[in-house]
């Protein structure tokens, strides 16, 4: 049973950073895909970026040049640094690991910016 364990959430203030971690229980180097995706109060679900395993990263337009995912294979952990956070990337912050035909979820983590 594959757990993905979030964590590094919390209340920042527009132009903050945070880091988001996102904790496998078994290799990440097992899955096709890693990332991160977003849902704020009254919207969908929405894609903020992943990584392949071959390393190649893609971002929503709305976060690019703001966060960067990564991943660390030895602590089988993926992370989402953002940076000049803004009010508009409020929202709870899935993980998200893929094998052929499944999807995994973490439970999530809030993200709150504001003054």
């Keep these: 049973q594959v757990q993905l364990v979030e964590s590094g959430g919390g209340l920042v203030q527009p132009g903050g950073s945070l880091r988001l971690s996102c904790a496998a229980s078994g290799s990440i180097l097992s899955f096709n895909a890693?990332?991160?995706?977003?849902?704020?109060?009254g919207n969908e679900r929405e894609l903020v970026a992943t990584i392949i395993s071959g390393g190649s990263?893609?971002?929503?337009?709305?976060?690019k040049g703001r966060f960067t995912i990564s991943r660390d294979n030895a602590k089988n952990t993926v992370y989402l640094h953002m940076n000049r956070l803004k009010p508009e990337d409020t929202a709870v912050y899935y993980c998200n690991a893929l094998r052929p035909g499944v999807h995994?979820?973490?439970?999530?983590?809030?993200?709150?910016?504001?003054?």
Excluded: E, K
């Design 34 to 41: 890693m990332g991160w995706y977003r849902q704020a109060p």
């Design 57 to 63: 990263t893609n971002y929503a337009d709305s976060v």
């Design 104 to 115: 995994y979820w973490g439970r999530g983590t809030q993200v709150t910016v504001s003054s």
